[in-house]
């Protein structure tokens, strides 16, 4: 009889451990989803998470994964941002709306602190943007630049994909300002197959 128990406690056992092993699993390795922060201005603006409207004033759960976070409010622009979110993570966000209106140059007026903070974060962007182009394109550095028979610029490409692409713009204006133009462009070290680049001819 006491033979016959063993195999039970043993299988018993087995099954306990089991058990441990899938549930400490499950708790280890489960979605705990994301806390979502928002710094916003205007503070009372409207805020809608994957369309469905959320609190501005404090931390908001979200699941894990990507997400779109809108603020609107009557008299300023319309922002919208996607971020994504892991098992764990505390999202800090700033939604920041720029007036557009009348009404919203008011509220600017009477908020001076806000609209301070605005101008800053502008400033902030406008930098960070900037080192972004700078690291991507270097050339423009060197630009606008005017040598024999061409000019070497830049522009917004058309490209609406990518609202950071730049377009090299080399306009010439004599018969060898073209071959000039790429050899000033390789001379420095870029290479004009890796550059969009649009011609313009000026007789």
Request: aromatic share 8%.
């Amino acid at each position: 009889m006491e033979s016959e128990g063993q195999p039970r406690m043993l299988i018993g056992a087995v099954v306990l451990v089991v058990v441990i092993v899938v549930l400490g699993s499950f708790l280890i390795f489960r979605d705990k989803g994301a806390t979502m922060s928002v710094t916003a201005i205007p503070n009372d603006l409207t805020l809608t998470l994957d369309g469905q409207r959320v609190d501005a004033s404090g931390p908001v759960k979200v699941k894990s994964g990507s997400h779109t976070l809108t603020g609107e409010r009557r008299g300023f622009q319309t922002y919208s941002t996607t971020f994504t979110a892991g098992s764990g993570d505390e999202v800090n966000l700033k939604m920041y709306l720029y007036a557009n209106s009348a009404e919203g140059r008011e509220w600017a007026r009477k908020n001076p602190e806000a609209q301070a903070e605005l101008e800053a974060e502008a400033g902030r962007n406008f930098d960070e943007g900037q080192r972004r182009m700078v690291a991507r394109y270097p050339i423009i550095q060197q630009l606008p630049h005017l040598g024999r028979g061409y000019k070497v610029d830049y522009t917004a490409s058309k490209n609406p994909q990518d609202p950071e692409a730049l377009s090299i713009r080399i306009t010439t204006y004599t018969a060898d300002g073209k071959k000039n133009a790429l050899y000033w462009i390789t001379s420095n070290g870029w290479d004009p197959a890796t550059l969009d680049i649009v011609y313009t001819t000026i007789k």
